[in-house]
């Protein structure tokens, strides 16, 4: 069999969350859940590896973050605790697994995600503005991945041998992902994007542009840095975002998916 009839003939899948600290309450991880039940036909366990389960719907597993030797301030930018889904035999979880960054929308069809092959695939990097006019290395990111749950173990060990001294050495958690990890594929362009790089109007357009609906070939809208999903969920007319990523009020499509599967409307 190849690698693709695998992965197809191997349900249920897993999808994986995690969440730690205090800026993503319980709500984040439920309207996930419930949109991945949506979004998801094929048998699925649906995990959250967490230093805090409280609030949690049943149906979501929820595990500690395994121990990387770190203090908050050692992964202050960046999401070093993801490297953890790697570590060897994790609470005996098997299969194909999906993880997917709280701060994401989803929606389309999640099973071609899972069925796609790769050691690890991976979003490719979304060029900031200045990276248009330099050279730049092709980068993964991780707000969105696949892999089979007990390969890329290498990536959890190495990261072990000296953490302190790879959270300096690279930016992030991606960065060391993409210099480190075995097969590394990038998911098709219109599967997962960027709110703020493709729905977002340009700096200043955006201060009387509403963003766009996301395509129909969408399947999971990623937020990463300002604005956060639930900063664009109340209809009051509030500002968010940035001197550059500028909104004000709900964003039809973010307010209808958060209500709907659950998450209580935030006051500001």
Known sequence: MTQAQIIMARPPYVVMCMKWGTLYGPDYVNVLFR??????????????????SAGFDAGVESFPI????????????GGWPKLSVFKSGLYGLTGR?????????????LEPMLRMDGGIRVIREWPR?????????????TGVFTFELGTQEHLFDRFMQQPIEYTKMFRSEQRFVTA???????WPADHVISF????LA?????????????????KIVAFHGTPRPI?????RNQVWGSRLRHGKGAVPFVRDYWLGFGGADPKI
């Open 35 to 52: 949109a991945t039940k949506a979004h998801l036909k094929t048998p699925f366990r649906f995990v959250c590896l967490t230093d805090d």
């Open 66 to 77: 395994p121990d990387m030797g770190l203090e908050a301030g050692n992964f202050a930018f």
């Open 97 to 109: 697994c999906l993880f997917i960054d709280l701060d994401s929308i989803i929606c389309g069809d």
């Open 129 to 141: 503005f200045a990276d248009y006019f330099r050279k730049r290395q092709v980068n993964g990111a």
């Open 180 to 186: 480190y990890s075995d097969d590394m594929k990038f």
């Open 196 to 199: 703020k790089r493709h729905l």
């Open 202 to 218: 340009p700096p200043l357009i955006n201060r009387f542009k509403p963003p766009k609906m996301p395509p129909a070939a969408t």
């Open 231 to 235: 900063d664009v969920v109340p209809d």
